[in-house]
């Protein structure tokens, strides 16, 4: 059994389809953006949920989180490009001796790959390059998408007096709904909420609390 060349394997394990080498990039950038607005979401939730004195200041305000966007990405790499596959020839003879064969000439399976090239790809098959790669990308701030600014964030009100938790819905205008009843006082304390604090509400939806009398 012939022994594989090492520098083969070096190749097979380095080497992948150009498409998929490209694609790999563009997915990259768009789950650095996918980050980059889950994290402003993070915020956004972050400010209007505790209650340390400086986000407090923040949500009195009515700041919103700074959203960014990732306007231009420029890559810059070294690859060394082949290309690999079969091409089958049907010969004259090969269509005499088998006449149900099919006629077509020229079939063939190939695809083009990217190698990276780097200290040890250069040195096995003598290329004269550096080995380098650069990515240049911006990060711009831009405009809260649309719909952010209607967007509530609802607070902790569990463990608060009724006039307190009123004073901070209506504070971030978030409607509200209870049960009335008669042994129900401004002192009364909330008891449970509806959705749980750090839910995102839309524009309009009440948020439901309760009580133990």
């Not at 980059?36 to 919103?64: P, V, W």
């Not at 695809?111 to 790669?133: E, V």
């Amino acid at each position: 059994m012939a022994n594989s060349d090492p520098s083969d394997d070096l190749m097979e394990n380095v080497s992948v389809p150009f498409g998929d080498f490209i694609s790999s990039v563009g997915k990259g950038v768009a789950e650095a953006q996918q980050a980059l607005d889950a994290q402003a979401l993070e915020n956004f939730k972050s400010i209007y949920t505790q209650e340390e004195g400086a986000l407090k200041a923040l949500r009195d305000l009515g700041y919103q989180p700074t959203w960014y966007q990732i306007p231009e990405v420029t890559a810059e790499l070294n690859v060394a490009l082949t290309l690999s596959g079969t091409s089958q020839q049907t010969s004259t003879q090969s269509r005499q001796s088998s006449p149900d064969s099919s006629s077509t000439e020229g079939a063939s399976s190939r695809q083009m790959y990217a190698t990276a090239i780097d200290a040890t790809y250069t040195n096995t098959y003598g290329y004269d390059l550096k080995s380098s790669s650069k990515i240049t990308f911006r990060l711009v701030p831009v405009p809260p998408p649309q719909g952010a600014e209607s967007l509530k964030v609802v607070p902790t009100l569990i463990g608060k007096t009724f006039e307190a938790a009123k004073q901070t819905l209506e504070q971030l205008n978030i409607p509200y709904e209870y049960q009335e009843s008669s042994q129900l006082n401004e002192q009364t304390l909330v008891q449970t909420q509806t959705p749980e604090a750090g839910t995102i509400l839309t524009e309009g939806t009440p948020v439901t609390i309760g009580f133990t009398i």
